[in-house]
């Protein structure tokens, strides 16, 4: 190999190493997620992640200055969002690989689900398979602007927070689905044990938006009418 040809190899891998590099920190993988569902300023991002406003911002330029997300400004305020759906890719293709390759995520979710066994977990492909299922209705418990940035078709939104209240929205006589933002949420783990509470027959719903865009399926924008 010539000269001018390792220093292409090297070139070209070095580049690459930025994205390996502004995504190797735990934190700055979920504000990933986070972005995956919609746009946020940096103090949602904080607050929904739990970090103090001044980290969450110092992990935002990290994935900036690769690329994968970019800031808007509106007034006073920064506003992150994922260059493109890439961004989501690579995170699945992340979650992917550390789900085949390492037990300890799975000794580390079955330890956490010990608590929940009771609760049913069922998958898109179980959903899709029922087809046109009057039966079934999908709630998405996530926050009002990331159901407006992205849900599965016909799904409904009641946020965990107003689900105690909104309960006579619900049909008694269907299977409640609850889905969030993917199978580390637990937004949608404390739905169905609301919901199951108060008499409802209630599954989770394991995959979300992010895992979806990744596979190409549907995902319908804005608005959409109560049943």
């Known amino acids: 190999m010539s000269d001018a040809d390792r220093i292409f190899k090297d070139s070209i891998y070095e580049q690459i190493a930025r994205v390996g590099r502004a995504v190797a920190h735990p934190r700055r993988l979920e504000l990933l ?56 890719s690579l995170l699945h293709t992340l979650k992917t690989v550390a789900e085949q390759y390492y037990a300890e995520m799975r000794v580390i979710t079955e330890d956490f689900l010990m608590d929940h066994q009771n609760l049913q977990a069922v998958s898109i492909t179980d959903i ?28 409904i939104s009641i946020p965990l927070e107003a689900l105690a209240d909104r309960l006579m929205e619900l049909p008694v006589d269907h299977t409640i689905v609850a889905y969030c933002r993917g199978p580390y949420c637990l937004l949608s783990l404390h739905a169905v044990k609301t919901l199951q509470r108060e008499g409802f027959h209630a599954v989770r719903l394991i995959e979300g938006v992010s895992d979806w865009r990744a596979r190409g399926l549907p995902i319908v924008l804005g608005d959409a009418p109560l049943k």
Do not use: F, N
């Open 128 to 155: 899709q398979t029922r087809g046109a299922d009057d039966s079934l209705t999908l709630v998405d418990v996530r926050p009002v602007e990331e159901y407006k940035a992205g849900h599965w078709p016909g799904a």
């Open 33 to 88: 997620d986070l972005l995956c569902q919609a746009p946020m300023t940096v103090e949602q991002l904080a607050q929904k992640s739990a970090l103090p406003i001044g980290s969450a911002s110092q992990h935002l330029q990290h994935l900036k200055a690769a690329r994968l997300v970019i800031a808007d400004r509106q007034g006073t305020y920064m506003r992150y969002r994922l260059k493109d759906d890439l961004s989501c």
